[in-house]
């Protein structure tokens, strides 16, 4: 008999169907249909970070792009490819920019570890660290400047997401859409609102400064 290591996801998958139509009989056929959701989120692929669980919404209701430590970068083509899609066809509302405390990429990025292929990507981070370095360096605990560099790193990548052509193109159309920072805790699993919400060009600047400085007000908190 051939070892069949997957087997028990196919049969939570089974099980799962099940119980998605037993709870709501037309469920994935409406699904078929359409997908409206009003949200992206741009997180870490972590995968300690399910996105759709973390904030209760369905199949449907999310549309999701995650990489290593949630980066932004305008050349990246799956991204904005995503991005794209989100805004100009799905006609998202809110987009969410989530980072994580504890992120493993973060803090190689920080730590300026050697990892391969991996340490081209992390460089965006390491942008992120350089630009806030008189900050960092003055925060003693190491796991604390960790997670300082995952809120600053969320806020540096809303300001990325709000320069792309994409969302400056909805913006000058009058599109309804808003750029918004957060940041989940893995030992609560709680989100913290990191009070950068952008819903236009002009605002950009002074949500982003604003956030920063009421970062540098106040202690990381575990
Ligand atoms: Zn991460």
Same mark, same amino acid.
């Given at each position: 008999m051939?070892?069949?290591?997957l087997q028990?996801?196919?049969?939570?998958?089974?099980?799962?169907s099940?119980?998605?139509?037993?709870?709501?009989p037309?469920?994935?056929?409406r699904?078929?249909?359409?997908?409206?959701?009003?949200y992206?989120?741009?997180?870490?692929?972590d995968?300690r970070?399910?996105?759709?669980?973390?904030?209760?919404?369905?199949?449907? #209701? /999310?549309? +999701?792009?995650?990489? $290593?430590?949630n !980066?932004?970068?305008? %050349?990246?083509?799956?991204?904005?490819?995503?991005?794209q899609?989100?805004?100009?066809?799905?006609?998202?509302?809110?987009?969410?920019?989530?980072?994580?405390?504890?992120c493993?990429?973060?803090?190689?990025?920080?730590?300026?570890?050697?990892?391969?292929?991996?340490?081209?990507?992390?460089?965006?981070?390491?942008?992120?660290?350089?630009?806030?370095?008189?900050?960092?360096?003055?925060?003693?605990d190491?796991?604390?400047r960790?997670?300082?560099?995952? #809120? /600053?790193? +969320?806020?540096?990548? $809303?300001?990325n !997401?709000?320069?792309? %052509?994409?969302?400056e193109?909805?913006?000058a159309?009058?599109?309804?859409?808003?750029?918004n920072g957060?940041?989940?805790?893995?030992?609560?699993g709680?989100?913290?609102?990191?009070?950068i919400?952008v819903?236009?060009?002009?605002?950009?600047?002074t949500s982003?400064?604003?956030?920063?400085?009421?970062?540098?007000?106040?202690?990381?908190?575990?």
């Amino acid at each position: 008999m051939t070892n069949r290591p997957l087997q028990p996801l196919i049969d939570q998958n089974r099980a799962w169907s099940e119980a998605r139509r037993q709870e709501d009989p037309e469920f994935f056929s409406r699904l078929v249909s359409q997908q409206e959701p009003e949200y992206l989120w741009i997180g870490c692929a972590d995968s300690r970070v399910p996105a759709n669980e973390i904030v209760g919404l369905m199949p449907g #209701e /999310l549309f +999701v792009h995650r990489n $290593v430590a949630n !980066v932004v970068v305008q %050349t990246d083509l799956n991204c904005l490819s995503v991005l794209q899609y989100a805004v100009e066809v799905l006609k998202v509302k809110h987009i969410l920019v989530v980072g994580h405390y504890g992120c493993g990429g973060v803090q190689a990025a920080l730590e300026r570890r050697k990892l391969g292929l991996i340490d081209n990507w992390l460089r965006h981070v390491q942008s992120v660290a350089d630009k806030h370095q008189e900050h960092l360096n003055e925060i003693e605990d190491d796991k604390d400047r960790v997670d300082r560099l995952c #809120e /600053l790193n +969320v806020i540096e990548q $809303v300001v990325n !997401v709000c320069k792309t %052509t994409v969302v400056e193109n909805a913006w000058a159309s009058g599109q309804q859409l808003t750029v918004n920072g957060w940041t989940y805790r893995l030992n609560n699993g709680l989100v913290r609102d990191l009070q950068i919400s952008v819903d236009d060009s002009s605002s950009l600047t002074t949500s982003h400064e604003g956030a920063v400085s009421r970062l540098h007000q106040r202690p990381v908190t575990r």
